[in-house]
């Protein structure tokens, strides 16, 4: 009997080693009258869309360094916001950022987009654990999505 017990218990955890993960939570505040939706990178290669007032759910199964992106110039073209890498216009404003996470089994990441000078830079803000509960929870966020690492 004792046997068995070791035996499933062995079972178990090779599914919990198996199935190891980390969580990273996007949270995109409203920026006010410019919808822009940005595309977020990992690695360099595009994972999701994140539009304004949505916060993102991301269960990531590798561990390691982890480089997450978006980038581009915002430029206002007619009534039509778009989010470009081309310049020129006195109007551009540069949004982008890259951080490096270190993914380890288990672990938590809080991620905010953050606006700063005027609304013409944004970049990633990392929070604490605290600060991410806080966003989590938070009732100006109107849409929540999950990403699952393929």
């Excluded at 990531?60 to 430029?75: A, D, Q, Y």
């Amino acid at each position: 009997m004792k046997n068995i017990y070791m035996i499933l218990f062995f079972a178990f955890m090779l599914n919990v080693l198996a199935n190891a993960q980390s969580t990273i939570y996007f949270f995109y505040p409203s920026t006010g009258k410019t919808e822009v939706p940005l595309n977020i990178k990992f690695n360099n290669e595009d994972a999701f869309l994140l539009k304004q007032k949505q916060k993102k759910v991301c269960t990531m199964k590798t561990e390691g360094k982890l480089i997450v992106s978006f980038g581009g110039s915002f430029m206002v073209a007619g009534k039509t916001n778009v989010l470009t890498t081309q310049r020129g216009s006195s109007r551009t404003n540069q949004w982008g950022d890259e951080i490096q996470l270190d993914l380890t089994d288990g672990s938590f990441h809080y991620i905010k987009l953050k606006m700063s000078n005027g609304g013409r830079n944004m970049s990633f803000q990392v929070l604490t654990d605290a600060e991410g509960a806080v966003e989590m929870f938070a009732k100006s966020y109107k849409d929540t999505f999950a990403y699952n690492e393929p």
